[in-house]
């Protein structure tokens, strides 16, 4: 496959195994793209067979397409294999697709046009009828319900005699972005395993960095209402666990951002607020909750200027897993550099809970850093020395812990003893988290001992680049 030296735009699919709707995706760029000498295909196969490495064969023998495949051999949720995409990717600017999207003509010159710095920019879209009950704002037009029974050409002549000068203040997916602007906010959060909950997470998040949003609607995209929700040929057991999960996932989401997405939880997409004016500030002084809102924005602020993608995403992860939880008391294990500590003190204090770090050392700069982002730092608690001494010595201090953070020498001996001694002072219900599990061999082969020994936690390992494992205590 090709490269491109000169590419601006990178074009973001997620495959899942939808091979009918990857081929129909990616034939309608190639249909209706002009210059193709900028752009780049990046290709996620997301746990895919055969016959979707047979398909990116296919459109590789073309010369004037540039195609990128990212592979993800085992299936990860979706957020990952956005990210994925993204940190792959070479444009200057990013613009995600869904594999059941199909491009209008002229797309470049009436929505990849409208780019601009701090905006996330989304077309129209045209909907079959079952998602447009309750997705507001786009238009309902029946060319297919499936990729057997489209009418390509006829969706094609419908999208240019409805195209408008008409702009909407509101978010979606395709949407086109900076990718600086994707970075900056840590990409998709990995706590979300399901569709709908990690997109409007996302839109809030880069909403509380300032990126505004607009949708045209001088470009329409086709869209077969969620057929890359899902994988293909999934029975109904597994399409109710997906319920399920999403319903976990709103939990989550409720509990960091205190508003909700839906207008009905078993409604599953989105109604208010994300679609039509981006996240509603004044949601959150009229609940009472201005305190919260600004650890919500101190964290975005800490976000933006943390230099590395991969700390970013890890400490959204805690940040956001934490506020979910609502915990009292949170333990730190290793305050290194001071990023897991800046994101668990805003997570505390917008719980009012206490942080108890522990260091060896302890580290003037990482205090420095948290004076600097989270300012109020009374809810916190610093002991310097050996963290099993200190469990020791400080046993009731330290009991009944909601969450615990382990980022120490990663040795296995001491690792262990860590998990052993820390893990009978956590609550039932509450969560270790272990970083550098996929860095450190010491880390990984502590938890598979542990877990083997105490049959009541489960596991969670997020894959980002070093590993986070999440461990939870089960209720007895």
Not at 128 to 154: H, Q, R
Not at 215 to 236: D, V
Not at 347 to 352: F, T, V
Request: proline share 2%.
């Amino acid at each position: 496959m090709k490269g491109n030296n000169q590419v601006n735009l990178s074009v973001i699919i997620i495959n899942t195994n939808n091979i009918n709707y990857t081929d129909l995706c990616i034939k309608s760029f190639i249909d209706n793209t002009l210059e193709f000498s900028d752009k780049e295909l990046v290709i996620v196969n997301n746990g895919c067979s055969e016959d979707s490495y047979d398909l990116l064969k296919k459109y590789a023998k073309l010369d004037k397409v540039t195609i990128k495949a990212i592979e993800v051999n085992e299936k990860k949720s979706l957020a990952y294999c956005i990210n994925a995409g993204v940190i792959n990717s070479s444009g200057k600017w990013i613009l995600y697709v869904n594999e059941d999207n199909i491009f209008p003509t002229d797309w470049e010159t009436t929505y990849y046009s409208k780019k601009k710095k701090g905006y996330l920019i989304s077309p129209n879209l045209i909907e079959p009828g079952k998602y447009i009950k309750v997705a507001k704002g786009f238009n309902e037009k029946d060319f297919g319900l499936d990729y057997k029974t489209f009418d390509y050409n006829g969706f094609l002549d419908y999208e240019k005699g409805i195209r408008s000068n008409k702009v909407m203040k509101a978010s979606g997916t395709p949407h086109l972005m900076l990718k600086t602007d994707f970075m900056i906010v840590g990409g998709y959060d990995l706590v979300y395993r399901g569709v709908a909950m990690s997109d409007v997470d996302f839109y809030f998040k880069l909403r509380l960095n300032g990126v505004k949003m607009e949708r045209y609607y001088s470009c329409g995209f086709y869209h077969f209402s969620g057929k890359s929700s899902r994988l293909s040929g999934e029975s109904k057991t597994q399409t109710k666990e997906y319920t399920e999960e999403e319903k976990v996932n709103l939990t989550y989401f409720h509990n960091k951002w205190h508003t909700s997405p839906f207008s009905d939880i078993n409604g599953m997409w989105w109604t208010l607020p994300v679609l039509t004016n981006g996240i509603d500030f004044k949601r959150f002084s009229l609940t009472g909750d201005k305190y919260v809102l600004n650890q919500l924005k101190k964290f975005s602020n800490f976000m933006k200027n943390t230099p590395y993608f991969d700390t970013r995403t890890e400490c959204d992860i805690m940040f956001n897993y934490s506020m979910s939880k609502k915990p009292k008391k949170i333990v730190e294990l290793g305050i290194g550099n001071g990023f897991s500590s800046v994101a668990l003190l805003l997570c505390a204090n917008a719980s009012n809970a206490k942080l108890i770090s522990i260091d060896i050392e302890g580290s003037t700069n990482a205090k420095e850093l948290v004076k600097h982002y989270v300012g109020d730092t009374n809810n916190w608690i610093s002991y310097t020395g050996n963290d099993l001494d200190i469990a020791d010595e400080y046993k009731d201090v330290l009991k009944g812990i909601d969450i615990l953070f382990i980022d120490t020498n990663h040795e296995k001996e001491h690792t262990m003893k860590e998990l052993s001694k820390f893990s009978k002072l956590v609550n039932d219900g509450g969560v270790i988290f272990l970083h550098d599990s996929k860095s450190y061999e010491g880390v990984k082969h502590s938890v598979e001992e542990f877990l083997v020994k105490n049959q009541n936690w489960t596991f969670r390992q997020f894959d980002t680049q070093h590993g986070l494992v999440h461990l939870t205590k089960r209720r007895n």
